[in-house]
């Protein structure tokens, strides 16, 4: 039987991180980044919870429109988008889209004039894995000749959005993020605009999501203290997903070439270069393009040793790399981690943490596949719940 690398997914996770969500940021009405994972299952178990959707092309808002959704819990929020595009949304009914530079708005004007428009402004991402702000993002100096122009065609610019940056690590960043944003807003004000829709974007990070939303909240109270009408929303993506998924991949070969059975003399070995190579069936090219795409340095734990899955916690262990699958060098997944050296070509390898921008960004480089999701809605009492919401939205 081939031994196929496969997800796990606990659909559990993702609920409990929407009542995580409602609990902070009640404030905040989600619309998912589906870039992220546009996993089927979870868009379903989204779409049933009651989130929006930020979709960064057609492809991604017709999958979100074939699971019933309604076009208002939509937003275009790519904001450099092909005319076709343009023009198919207002097709589907998806008003709601960003822009950050005036080729945009003559594009929209003619492709998609009723569209709902909302001004993606820049913001500082320098503390973010992913930095966004040199590919998108008006600096603030350039808003007020874009509202201009705007008015001048005759659009409905509804409000302001930014985003920190992917994998946002400090807060702080939201705080100087919103005080831009009150800019935009009087800007819009002089432009002749009555501004009611603030998109914070995403960029949250599971790890500090309470201290990211504190922080939110407090510079929203400053800067925007009176809000009857005013509707804010996000869009976060790793957030949701990220810690749902594990990958479980299998030991297809295995090397030594600092053989760990002789030559302890070596004394001249460094002690941290890896003595075994382990190589597994997926790569950088695979699931790992997050190691290149996303800067991550997924960790792997064992789940089998010699063919057991009773892996004793005492077993000693040596520095040790792990490989992809394909003939390319770059395809390392961990230069150097801690294995038992006693790993067998079979025996099972997994990482946590694995359900953000990976399997959406999976080539079939070498003619490998991209891998099977197996899904479960955890054991707790959000198991329940989760299969409810999934059958709600069949
Ligand atoms: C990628 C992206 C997101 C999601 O970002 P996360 O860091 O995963 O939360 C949200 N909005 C826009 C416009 C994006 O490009």
């Given at each position: 039987m081939p031994r196929k690398l496969f997800f796990v997914a606990d659909l559990s996770y993702t609920l409990q991180q929407h009542l995580k969500w409602k609990k902070f940021l009640p404030e905040i009405h989600p619309f998912y980044a589906v870039k992220c994972n546009p996993d089927p299952y979870v868009l379903r178990?989204?779409?049933?919870?009651?989130?929006?959707?930020?979709?960064?092309?057609?492809?991604?808002?017709?999958?979100?429109?074939?699971?019933?959704?309604?076009?208002?819990?939509?937003?275009?929020?790519?904001?450099?988008?092909?005319?076709?595009?343009?023009?198919?949304?207002?097709?589907?009914?998806?008003?709601?889209?960003?822009?950050?530079?005036?080729?945009?708005?003559?594009?929209?004007?003619?492709?998609?004039?009723?569209?709902?428009?909302?001004?993606?402004?820049?913001?500082?991402?320098?503390?973010?894995?992913?930095?966004?702000?040199?590919?998108?993002?008006?600096?603030?100096?350039?808003?007020?000749?874009?509202?201009?122009?705007?008015?001048?065609?005759?659009?409905?610019?509804i409000g302001v959005s930014f985003h920190v940056g992917s994998g946002c690590y400090d807060s702080a960043a939201y705080a100087d993020a919103i005080r831009r944003a009150r800019s935009a807003f009087d800007m819009g004000k002089e432009a002749g605009y009555e501004f009611t829709l603030l998109d914070v974007g995403g960029g949250f990070e599971d790890a500090m999501f309470e201290m990211a939303a504190s922080i939110l909240m407090e510079s929203i109270n400053t800067y925007f203290p009176v809000r009857d009408n005013l509707r804010i929303i996000a869009e976060p993506g790793r957030y949701y997903v990220a810690k749902a998924f594990s990958l479980a991949v299998n030991i297809i070969a295995r090397r030594a070439p600092h053989s760990i059975e002789g030559d302890s003399q070596d004394i001249e070995a460094d002690p941290e270069q890896p003595k075994v190579m382990y190589y597994v069936n997926d790569g950088v090219y695979g699931a790992f393009n997050c190691i290149v795409f996303d800067h991550q340095t997924p960790q792997p734990y064992v789940l089998s040793l010699n063919g057991s899955f009773h892996v004793p916690s005492s077993v000693p262990t040596c520095p040790s790399s792990v490989w992809g699958p394909t003939c390319d060098s770059i395809d390392c997944v961990c230069p150097v981690t801690h294995l038992p050296g006693s790993l067998r070509v079979g025996d099972w390898l997994a990482f946590e943490s694995m359900g953000a921008y990976t399997i959406c960004a999976a080539s079939q480089f070498n003619g490998f596949q991209v891998s099977n999701v197996i899904y479960t809605t955890g054991g707790g009492a959000g198991s329940a719940e989760v299969r409810n919401a999934l059958r709600s939205c069949a």
């Open positions: 178990l989204l779409a049933a919870l009651g989130t929006g959707f930020d979709c960064a092309s057609n492809g991604e808002i017709s999958q979100v429109l074939s699971l019933g959704v309604d076009p208002s819990r939509v937003i275009f929020a790519n904001p450099c988008k092909a005319t076709s595009f343009v023009r198919q949304s207002a097709k589907a009914g998806v008003d709601m889209m960003t822009f950050d530079n005036t080729d945009e708005l003559y594009k929209i004007s003619r492709a998609h004039p009723n569209a709902k428009l909302i001004v993606r402004i820049l913001t500082d991402d320098s503390k973010s894995l992913c930095r966004l702000g040199l590919k998108f993002g008006a600096p603030l100096v350039t808003v007020p000749f874009l509202l201009t122009k705007a008015k001048e065609l005759n659009l409905d610019v």
